[in-house]
């Protein structure tokens, strides 16, 4: 998607106005502490580009999954204290993000302070993307932004129909998103490949189809590699595999193969008797698993593949585990494939990881986001946008 037809913070009107501003910031919490902060240090730049414009700035955002219900579990308040932090700017809470309690907090702030507003999914009318709710959230601010790319495939009040009641623009969170993921596929420099784990085909099945007309290697690992080698006449013993996506998993390959597209999967695999930690495990000589057995891990030869292959390339895509690394003993593989991405970096490559729980990966494996050239901030979004959908957050303001 294009940013021609949606506006930039910098081209809006924004000097003393209050400015509601959709943020991310859907961060861990352990204790009634954030423990993770990078959501909210993500929107930065345009934080500070606000109160430099001296505006009063009203954030909403959403935290779990309250279902539509008033849950303290999924409040936003312990949020406020890290945000406050942060910015070094006073901070108001406000218990709900509609009505009188939002109104008086955004009336108690002043201009170069802020106001967050309690979780948006406590009322169910925000994920039905409901018109009137729309219109109470509107009137808590004079422009709006959007800076939650996290969000933009969803089609909700916040995201959506809130940007036909306001006039409004994208932050730089998202303006940098969109440009790095549109210039990433659009342009890439070659060789491109792109990595793609996960559990199931049939989440990817798409996003493998459009990487296909776009990359030059193409890396198949998690549960979904299964499908992909038993589609090869491959045994897969317990392992994760759909049997009825074996003809679309043939379909991908026979795709690749006229467009001259080369397909990575595992040469070997790493597996257990059981979705365990605690059973034995053992490696297997070749592609085959054997009965009784579930692949858990791409084994040391694939890894060796994978890098040798990674490491030729200039542009590098990551969406999905290539294992199950929650668990230490399948946990090298995707280890392994972070660590590949770093030294491309270092190389000069341009490397890519699209969210989710690849970084989760990086996390587990004590390694930096600034390893890599971009670190998607949504999961979703970044790979439905690499399927080339349409994100309804961003469509809503090109209208």
């Known amino acids: 998607m294009e940013l021609k037809n949606i506006k930039k913070i910098q081209d809006l009107d924004l000097k003393n106005k209050t400015v509601l501003v959709r943020v991310d910031y859907n961060v861990p919490l352990e204790n009634g502490v954030v423990s993770n902060n990078k959501r909210i240090t993500a929107t930065e730049k345009t934080i500070k580009y606000l109160l430099d414009n001296n505006c009063k700035i009203v954030l909403m955002a959403h935290l779990g999954r309250p279902k539509g219900k008033v849950n303290p579990e999924f409040s936003l308040k312990p949020v406020a204290p890290e945000v406050e932090k942060i910015f070094g700017v006073k901070v108001h809470f406000a218990s709900d993000c509609i009505g009188k309690p939002a109104q008086d907090a955004i009336k108690a702030a002043k201009n170069k302070e802020i106001v967050l507003l309690e979780n948006l999914r406590f009322h169910p009318e925000e994920e039905a993307n409901d018109a009137n709710f729309a219109k109470e959230l509107a009137k808590n601010g004079e422009v709006f932004v959007q800076e939650a790319f996290g969000t933009v495939h969803r089609a909700h009040a916040s995201t959506s129909a809130i940007a036909k009641l306001l006039p409004g623009g994208i932050g730089f969170l998202v303006q940098k998103e969109v440009e790095f993921l549109g210039d990433a596929l659009a ?20 996003v493998l189809n459009t990487l296909i007309d776009k990359v030059n290697v193409l890396v198949i ?3 979904m590699a299964y499908t992909f080698l038993k589609a090869q006449g491959f045994t897969t013993g317990k392992s994760l595999m759909e049997a ?13 193969k006229s467009k001259g597209v080369e397909i990575l999967l595992p040469v070997d695999n790493v597996c257990s008797t059981e979705f365990s930690n605690d059973t034995p495990v053992m490696t297997t000589k070749d592609a085959n698993v054997p009965d009784g057995q579930m692949g858990l891990d791409i084994g040391p030869k694939t890894i060796e593949l994978f890098d ?3 490491l030729e390339c200039k542009t590098i895509f990551w969406n999905g585990p290539v294992g199950a690394f929650e668990m230490s003993n399948f946990e090298k593989g995707s280890f392994a494939i972070a660590k590949t991405m770093a030294a491309a970096t270092k190389k000069g490559a341009v490397t890519i990881i699209g969210g989710g729980d690849s970084l989760n990966v990086l996390k587990k494996a004590k390694m930096k986001t600034s390893e890599m050239s971009h670190c998607s901030t949504g999961g979703g979004a970044s790979m439905e946008f690499v399927e080339g959908q349409e994100l309804p957050g961003l469509v809503a303001l090109a209208k």
């Open 244 to 256: 009825d996506k074996i003809e679309e998993a043939k379909a991908v390959l026979a795709k690749a």
């Open 221 to 223: 690992g998690g549960g």
């Open 187 to 206: 342009n890439p420099k070659r060789p491109f490949a792109a990595v793609i784990g996960g559990a199931k085909v049939s989440d990817k099945i798409m």
């Open 308 to 310: 040798k292959k990674l």
